[in-house]
């Protein structure tokens, strides 16, 4: 006997423990199989493909394999301990549907070790998802359904034990998931259980069994089908030709139209509402930093939960930032704003007024510049005029950036109310108020807005940044928790210093901006090495280009640089290559450089000369 599951609605069988639940599939694009659940939130990775797994299938294309080169392996809850072998799943993602069917499991401890649906996908089945150079990660729609396979049930003798007192078999090449295996011998009326194995092989040890018997499989609905009476030996594959050699396809549950591509994002738009916005709303989910943003910080003081003289709602963001450090919120999927939103919009205010802020997308150059007061205001970003927004943001490399750019700590400064505004929502506009009153919201088309697209402000900013989500030293109340966040750099780690030049004539200033990116880090012995690539750009709107320039590195530490690529050296100097003659308004160049640190130099742009 079996009893039905129920998850959020949805109708289960219990097999081994249970599905608890279901994740993502399909098997071919172009065969319609039966649903066995209604569509639900889901999400997939890839992994390199070697064709053989936790479900002992063998190669793909083998005698015992699927038969599919598309093909998955689902994570360790709905593995369980091999129930989940054979099972097939309709997949929808952001670019097109494809069903897989699970040969494997996926033991990552960390995307796969939840309870929310996850299946790691052969490179062949995600790419009909996702392009993989975009994500390596993505969300899903999906369902479970029947698996389109050819002929009856099919089984294979193990080679490794088998005796007339032992033996393993393994069963494939079936339409719905197995529950149990029996047998019945000659002259014998009670079936024979066959305990499963973790890796897919059901295994009978005990008295010698007489020759021939009968094999009954049973799957996870109910129905029986049935080897008919045959003899044993090592390394028999053999597919059922009884009166019932496959399984009957069960009773459709939910539609047969495929699901509706995944969302991948809140519709309403908030990232930052008196907490860091979670993209789904099922306290199941709530801890699945997939579908939520989340904090990837730098050199910053940071409390997300300060409840004095808050913008709206009853929590702000409450900030210190070091030189250099940036306030970075991303998640672990991208999603594609064009059509969904228009504008990014926050608040600030600050204990004193403060110049250095810089709003931006990490991997755009458009570095918009903020006034922050000590009262509050709302600034409102066109996504794609003022920040030059890519077509795929929040991943850990298009990160919302609000970084220090000057050479000195900042105040405390508050942020509230960070939001994505939607396409054809209408525009919050704020009436500034001073004290400890909440400002009054409207609704209207007038708002406070920065139209600057690049950074004037003239500042001479040296930092030195460390990073790591996982490094935190944190204190909490029962009202709020402060974390200051340091540590060795990821790729997540950049820094910004933005240098205005020498006037070349009268009003010809320029400037440079000075990116730098971790790439990497080793540890050879006790010694620490990490690669830094480093962006210098002429973000001026204007027509003035800049022809001279030196790049002054930090001198304690530009004896610990090991190797320079793509800039000329000077004694302790580094200049543009010569073939760079004008850096024009809007170019960029990158170069490079390895050091035995944990950290980057700290570098300065000195002797900037604009072309007239």
């Known amino acids: 006997m079996y009893y039905p599951l129920y998850w959020k609605g949805l109708i289960y069988p219990n097999f081994r423990n249970a599905v608890l639940l279901l994740v993502v599939l399909y098997l071919s694009k172009s065969f319609a199989q039966s649903p066995l659940s209604e569509c639900f939130n889901s999400r997939s990775t890839w992994f390199a493909d070697n064709q053989h797994g936790a479900c002992m299938y063998g190669t793909s294309m083998g005698a015992t394999g699927p038969q599919t080169y598309l093909i998955a392996?689902?994570?360790?809850?709905?593995?369980?301990?091999?129930?989940?072998?054979?099972?097939?799943?309709?997949?929808?993602?952001?670019?097109?549907?494809?069903?897989?069917?699970?040969?494997?499991?996926?033991?990552?401890?960390?995307?796969?070790?939840?309870?929310?649906?996850?299946?790691?996908?052969?490179?062949?089945?995600?790419?009909?998802?996702?392009?993989?150079?975009?994500?390596?990660?993505?969300?899903?729609?999906?369902?479970?359904?029947?698996?389109?396979?050819?002929?009856?049930?099919?089984?294979?003798?193990?080679?490794?034990?088998?005796?007339?007192?032992?033996?393993?078999?393994?069963?494939f090449n079936h339409r719905t998931v197995i529950r149990s295996v029996s047998f019945t011998a000659p002259g014998q009326y009670t079936p024979v259980q066959l305990p499963r194995q973790t890796y897919n092989y059901w295994r009978y040890s005990g008295s010698p069994v007489t020759w021939p018997i009968t094999i009954s499989v049973t799957d996870a609905y109910g129905a029986v089908a049935t080897f008919q009476p045959l003899t044993l030996s090592s390394g028999l594959i053999i597919e059922s030709t009884s009166s019932a050699p496959q399984f009957p396809v069960p009773a459709p549950v939910g539609s047969s139209d495929t699901?509706?591509?995944?969302?991948?994002?809140?519709?309403?738009?908030?990232?930052?509402?008196?907490?860091?916005?979670?993209?789904?709303?099922?306290?199941?989910?709530?801890?699945?930093?997939?579908?939520?943003?989340?904090?990837?910080?730098?050199?910053?003081?940071?409390?997300?939960?300060?409840?004095?003289?808050?913008?709206?709602?009853?929590?702000?963001?409450?900030?210190?930032?070091?030189?250099?450090?940036?306030?970075?919120?991303?998640?672990?999927?991208?999603?594609?704003?064009?059509?969904?939103?228009?504008?990014?919009?926050?608040?600030?205010?600050?204990?004193?007024?403060?110049?250095?802020?810089?709003?931006?997308?990490?991997?755009?150059?458009?570095?918009?510049?903020?006034?922050?007061?000590?009262?509050?205001?709302?600034?409102?970003?066109?996504?794609?005029?003022?920040?030059?927004?890519?077509?795929?943001?929040?991943?850990?490399?298009?990160?919302?950036?609000?970084?220090?750019?000057?050479?000195?700590?900042?105040?405390?400064?508050?942020?509230?109310?960070?939001?994505?505004?939607p396409v054809n929502n209408p525009t919050t506009t704020t009436t500034t108020t001073t004290g400890s009153q909440n400002p009054t919201t409207t609704t209207s088309s007038s708002t406070t807005t920065t139209g600057l697209h690049n950074p004037t402000t003239s500042s001479s900013s040296s930092t030195e940044t460390t990073s790591s989500s996982s490094s935190t030293a944190t204190t909490s109340s029962s009202s709020s928790t402060t974390t200051t966040t340091t540590g060795l750099p990821t790729t997540a780690t950049s820094t910004t210093t933005t240098t205005t030049g020498e006037?070349?004539?009268?009003?010809?200033?320029?400037?440079?901006?000075?990116?730098?990116?971790?790439?990497?880090?080793?540890?050879?012995?006790?010694?620490?090495?990490?690669?830094?690539?480093?962006?210098?750009?002429?973000?001026?709107?204007?027509?003035?280009?800049?022809?001279?320039?030196?790049?002054?590195?930090?001198?304690?530490?530009?004896?610990?640089?090991?190797?320079?690529?793509?800039?000329?050296?000077?004694?302790?100097?580094?200049?543009?290559?010569?073939?760079?003659?004008?850096?024009?308004?809007?170019?960029?160049?990158?170069?490079?450089?390895?050091?035995?640190?944990?950290?980057?130099?700290?570098l300065q742009a000195e002797s900037i000369v604009c072309s007239a």
């Not at 054979?86 to 670019?95: F, L, Q």
């Not at 927004?389 to 109310?417: C, E, H, K």
């Not at 304690?556 to 190797?563: G, I, T």
């Open 73 to 171: 392996a689902s994570s360790k809850l709905v593995f369980d301990k091999s129930a989940d072998c054979g099972a097939c799943y309709e997949i929808t993602g952001p670019n097109g549907v494809v069903t897989v069917m699970v040969v494997d499991e996926c033991t990552d401890g960390g995307v796969c070790n939840t309870t929310f649906p996850h299946l790691d996908l052969a490179p062949q089945a995600f790419d009909i998802l996702q392009d993989p150079h975009v994500a390596g990660i993505t969300d899903t729609q999906a369902k479970r359904v029947t698996c389109n396979v050819q002929g009856g049930i099919k089984l294979a003798v193990g080679t490794n034990f088998f005796d007339p007192t032992g033996w393993e078999i393994m069963i």
């Open 259 to 421: 699901c509706p591509p995944p969302l991948g994002y809140n519709p309403d738009g908030w990232i930052y509402q008196d907490q860091l916005e979670k993209e789904y709303n099922d306290p199941a989910l709530a801890y699945i930093n997939t579908f939520q943003w989340s904090d990837w910080s730098y050199s910053i003081t940071i409390n997300w939960a300060y409840a004095q003289n808050v913008y709206d709602g009853s929590l702000c963001v409450q900030v210190t930032f070091q030189s250099g450090g940036a306030i970075q919120i991303g998640r672990s999927t991208t999603f594609a704003w064009a059509g969904a939103f228009t504008k990014l919009q926050l608040a600030a205010r600050a204990d004193q007024a403060f110049t250095g802020i810089r709003v931006y997308w990490k991997g755009s150059l458009n570095k918009v510049p903020i006034s922050i007061t000590t009262s509050w205001q709302l600034f409102t970003f066109d996504l794609a005029t003022d920040l030059a927004t890519p077509a795929l943001i929040g991943g850990q490399q298009v990160m919302l950036t609000i970084q220090n750019v000057l050479g000195v700590n900042s105040p405390t400064i508050y942020f509230d109310d960070i939001r994505l505004i």
């Open 503 to 602: 006037q070349h004539s009268p009003n010809t200033a320029c400037s440079l901006v000075i990116d730098q990116e971790a790439q990497g880090g080793w540890v050879n012995g006790n010694l620490i090495y990490t690669q830094w690539t480093v962006t210098i750009s002429n973000p001026s709107s204007s027509s003035k280009g800049v022809i001279g320039v030196n790049i002054v590195p930090d001198p304690a530490k530009v004896s610990l640089v090991s190797q320079i690529w793509s800039v000329t050296q000077s004694s302790n100097v580094y200049n543009f290559p010569s073939w760079i003659t004008n850096l024009g308004p809007g170019q960029s160049f990158n170069w490079g450089y390895i050091i035995q640190s944990g950290t980057q130099m700290d």
